[in-house]
T-cell receptor, first 112, second 113 residues
Framework: EAGVVQSPRYKIIEKKQPVAFWCNPI?????LYWYLQNLGQGPELLIR????????DSQLPKDRFSAERLKGVDSTLKIQPAELGDSAVYLC??????????FGSGTRLTVV | GQQLNQSPQSMFIQEGEDVSMNCTSS?????WLWYKQDPGEGPVLLIA?????ELTSNGRLTAQFGITRKDSFLNISASIPSDVGIYFC?????????????FGKGTKLSVKP
């Protein structure tokens, strides 16, 4: 069984530029999460999807961050425009009805 | 965002030694989870605990769900070099936003051969 696939693995962009991350969850997992992990910290939730519906986006900075999960499968997280403080690892995870979280390898974003 | 209190922040031990780390919260959780994260990778689940007082082992790893449901610990026996990494605890409530994982800040483990 393929795990959670994220791309790209690394991204370096200049501040004020847009950036997008992609996640393909484990087949059959209806719940998809995007987490933010700053250096030396544990992951923190940005948004949770149940199928195609964003059911918890309270921690998503909506002025510059957006996400979508079309057809309830893969998902895209976008930042526009990126700021220096957005440099972090963006993790995607999926689960079946909230149990058995599996994380992807993450996208390491560096904003210069 | 909310994070759990995890200690110690880092540990430097000799190969073969036992390791103990713990996690506390001001909130009650229904599930406690322990993850390991290697550099450049996402967290990988080590042990999941679903019941207060539960003691669960996975090879050389043993974890317990505290009776108060506000704490958990992880022990690693006879450490080996491949145990090096960052260990995270995570608590999970029940249903809705409480089902989201809340993580600790991690314990960085270094093992000297």
């Amino acid at each position: 069984e393929a795990g959670v696939v994220q791309s790209p693995r690394y991204k370096i962009i200049e501040k004020k530029q847009p950036v997008a991350f992609w996640c393909n969850p484990i087949s059959g997992h209806n719940t998809l999460y995007w987490y933010l992990q700053n250096l030396g910290q544990g992951p923190e939730l940005l948004i949770r999807y149940e199928n195609e519906e964003a059911v918890d986006d309270s921690q998503l900075p909506k002025d510059r961050f957006s996400a979508e999960r079309l057809k309830g499968v893969d998902s895209t997280l976008k930042i526009q425009p990126a700021e220096l403080g957005d440099s972090a690892v963006y993790l995607c995870a999926s689960s079946s009805s909230g149990y058995g979280y599996t994380f992807g390898s993450g996208t390491r974003l560096t904003v210069v | 965002g909310q994070q759990l209190n995890q200690s110690p922040q880092s540990m430097f031990i000799q190969e073969g030694e036992d390791v103990s780390m713990n996690c506390t919260s001001s909130s009650i959780f229904n599930t406690w989870l322990w993850y390991k994260q290697d550099p450049g990778e996402g967290p990988v689940l080590l042990i999941a605990l679903y019941k207060a007082g539960e003691l669960t082992s996975n090879g050389r790893l043993t974890a317990q769900f505290g009776i108060t449901r506000k704490d958990s610990f992880l022990n690693i026996s006879a450490s080996i070099p491949s145990d090096v990494g960052i260990y995270f605890c995570a608590g999970q409530g029940r249903g809705g936003s409480q089902g989201n994982l809340i993580f600790g800040k991690g314990t960085k483990l270094s093992v000297k051969p």
